[in-house]
């Protein structure tokens, strides 16, 4: 995936439209929640991440295979 820079405005009633490059790229689906951060040491970066409403598969393989991470979790029982 390549990155994407396009300029956004901030808007009279503090709004900012994410342009559509970006919402293209990066996935973004209606309805979805951000946070927004600012770090005081970095003024001139602002950085908006996506809330997951769930980490569900958010870490495949983590464990190996699942099945064989769980036999071995009850064995240790």
């Known amino acids: 995936m390549n990155s994407v820079s396009t300029p956004a405005r901030l808007r009279a009633r503090n709004q900012i439209t994410i342009p559509e490059q970006v919402i293209e790229a990066a996935g973004i689906e209606k309805g979805e929640s951000?946070?927004?951060e600012f770090e005081p040491s970095d003024p001139d970066v602002l950085r908006l991440?996506?809330?997951r409403a769930s980490y569900a598969g958010a870490?495949?393989?983590l464990?190996?295979?699942t099945r064989d991470y769980l036999e071995k979790?009850?064995?240790d029982w």
Do not use: I, Q, S, T
Request: proline share 7%; hydrophobic share 40%; no cysteine.
């Open 49 to 51: 991440r996506r809330v």
């Open 63 to 65: 464990y190996g295979d």
């Open 34 to 36: 951000f946070m927004v």
């Open 59 to 61: 870490l495949p393989g």
């Open 73 to 75: 979790e009850r064995a």
